[in-house]
DNA sequence: CTCTGTCATGTTAACGTAAACTTCTGTGCG
DNA sequence: CGCACAGAAGTTTACGTTAACATGACAGAG
């Protein structure tokens, strides 16, 4: 270094006081505050024991004065880790993407982990290509994908080499690692429940055509009324909102051999029981309806809705155990499916089929 | 674990092929191969004019075969920025607060911004000052608390110097940047509405003592009510869940002068409605139900609910233009309330009150 | 009294990137 | 023909931290 005469973008003069050029405190700060070199500093500030008592005190003391703080990107540039898991979603809007970010944050903390959000507008494969894009420059060190992963699929998508990836919702177990309830168990009791109290049939009122747990819950309904030997009738669509099942509800109040429906959510639930109720359709006296979810309101629908439990919680904890396993065993990939069992919970809006 | 037999950790030699010792690319290694300086990586990196087609074409093609992603860690250091924002809250469970996160995600990313969550399991203050240290010690450039500040107050929380701070939900615009609905005026509109259909008087189902939120509806309710002359029934309080509504139902539901009740949120409105349903008080005939949010099933409520309508996306954008205002502008507070404004969406849950 | 070992602390170097500066090449003009 | 100048690319250095090594002091053993 030649002359610092001029440099004031350089680093600042050095005792000029006032003058606050310098944004942050450094190790070296403190250091020269305390009288002792930056490597004792950092020594203290990750708790390492070779430091003797009056020292460890000392550099507090300046630590607290000038109100030091670690340099995270200067951590993570040395350690070549950032100890963040980032989340690619497509929305919070729907209860369960946000109850599984939530355990997601809460057990990445638990482990130390932090965890970023990229939320993609609309899932367009450009979208969630740019998501990726984003993502592999942004500091993380693993990404768990809430998303239809086809979207990445189809597209000549290369998913950032080393970083770790987890899906969720989806059936690509064969390439990634894919943590998800189990959505076909889930429909299938469903439907069985309601074969049991005596019903001929099953409706259906599905998710949108582009989410994998919406299909695989449509295709175990028609499994399980196919293999009981019963009537297929013709499913209709939804796009999980208590909006789309008011109006699937609005139909089938027009059909009078429905008696049962199986709604691929609760909001489409409770769509269908206004819709009932309009119609002056009794639930469950005339028409049966069990949703899937079971948000926490669901109890306090009219009538309390029999629904299929899913365990959020459950799945975020999963999606963070495989890719902290996959972090610190240095595996890239590590294909597989990992179910998250659901059960279902009986209330009120079911009940044995009218007699005629 | 001194040699380097086992250690694949270290840094792998150089040339030998397929043996991918190395975790990431550096712009070196790029450099290497197109036979380029660094410097022109990084020039190529950023988009810099001054590099002559033929040599970025043959970084590019360095870059692509190796898969180089820039080190976002590397770039903070040099920057002192990390693009992020941090968010601090309690939980995502809420309708408005997940959506309000939603909106910052997206406001955030529009600006180059990604978002760290950073949830608080319980809060209690020795949490939320964890989370506190924790973001110190995160890769951020600003945070937004979406929980209540006072638990912030009362403790000896220093908010790490040099962080902008925007805060969701409180009081304390004296002291912080603060962006919240307009409460007050929501509840307000509610009570009018209410008196406006001639109801003589409005009960009020609070939402927890901790949320500021909650304390300013209440606050308001009582309000309205002094001004009008007319008498302020006792609250009751609940928990913002459907099922702490339903409770207070059902104690309303025995008070036979009660014609109108305000709900603190919607969810609670639910658990009225149930429960007046179940006592055989017909809504709205005999009892009006009034709640604050308008999620998006409220419309499917039986009956559809009169309630409150927040911009929780307004909420969000408005706290990522601050932060980011303050980001730029260097400033560290700017103290202020920022209110979004609220609107009353009348369905069929209110009437005027039964005549006898 | 010297030698060895231990413990507290200091010094050096490296992580990957990019600003600032330097060097090199070729072009146009007097 | 030489010189100034512009444009392209290379070199140096610093960002803040910490592993690895170096230093220095002091204690106990021979």
Redesign the interface.
């Known amino acids: 270094m030649d002359q610092g005469a001029v440099g004031g973008a350089q680093r600042g003069g050095s005792g000029i006081p006032g003058g606050r050029r310098k944004?942050?405190v450094s190790m070296a700060d403190v250091a020269k505050l305390a009288g002792v070199s930056s490597q004792t500093v950092s020594r203290v500030s990750n708790g390492h024991a070779s430091v003797i008592g009056s020292t460890r005190e000392q550099v507090l003391a300046a630590m607290r004065e000038l109100?030091y703080?670690?340099?995270?990107?200067?951590r993570?540039?040395r350690y070549?880790q950032?100890n963040?898991i980032g989340v690619i979603l497509f929305?919070?809007?729907s209860t369960g993407n946000?109850?599984t970010?939530?355990a997601i944050?809460?057990h990445a903390?638990a482990e130390g982990y932090?965890?970023?959000?990229?939320?993609v507008?609309i899932p367009t494969q450009d979208n969630v290509l740019g998501a990726f894009t984003?993502m592999?420059?942004?500091?993380v060190d693993a990404v768990i994908v809430i998303i239809e992963i086809h979207l990445l699929d189809a597209g000549t998508v290369?998913l950032?080499?080393?970083v770790h990836v987890v899906v969720v919702d989806s059936d690509a177990g064969d390439r990634y690692s894919v943590v998800d309830t189990d959505q076909a168990d889930g429909a299938r009791r469903a439907v069985r429940h309601l074969l049991d109290l005596g019903h001929h049939t099953v409706w259906h009122v599905t998710g949108p055509q582009s989410s994998y747990a919406g299909q695989r819950r449509a295709q175990a309904w028609r499994a399980a009324l196919e293999d009981a030997g019963r009537p297929v009738p013709a499913a209709l669509h939804g796009d999980w909102?208590?909006?789309s099942?008011?109006a699937a509800g609005l139909v089938l109040a027009g059909e009078p051999e429905c008696t049962a429906v199986f709604a691929a959510n609760d909001?489409m639930a409770?769509?269908l029981?206004?819709a009932f109720?309009e119609r002056g359709r009794a639930v469950p006296a005339e028409v049966s309806v069990v949703g899937f979810d079971d948000i926490?309101?669901a109890?306090?629908?009219?009538p309390?809705l029999t629904t299929v439990h899913q365990d959020f919680a459950e799945v975020g904890r999963r999606c963070v155990r495989r890719v902290l396993r996959q972090i610190r065993e240095?595996q890239v990939a590590e294909p597989g499916t990992d179910l998250v069992p659901v059960r279902l919970v009986v209330r009120e809006s079911t009940a044995p089929p009218p007699t005629r």
């Open positions: 944004q942050r109100g703080r670690p340099n995270s990107a200067a993570a540039l070549g950032f963040t929305s919070l809007a946000s109850r970010v939530e944050a809460t903390a932090a965890i970023t959000l990229i939320p507008d984003r592999g420059e942004l500091a290369t950032p080499p080393g909102s208590s909006e099942g008011h909001q409770l769509g029981l206004r109720h926490p309101d109890g306090f629908f009219i309390p240095g």
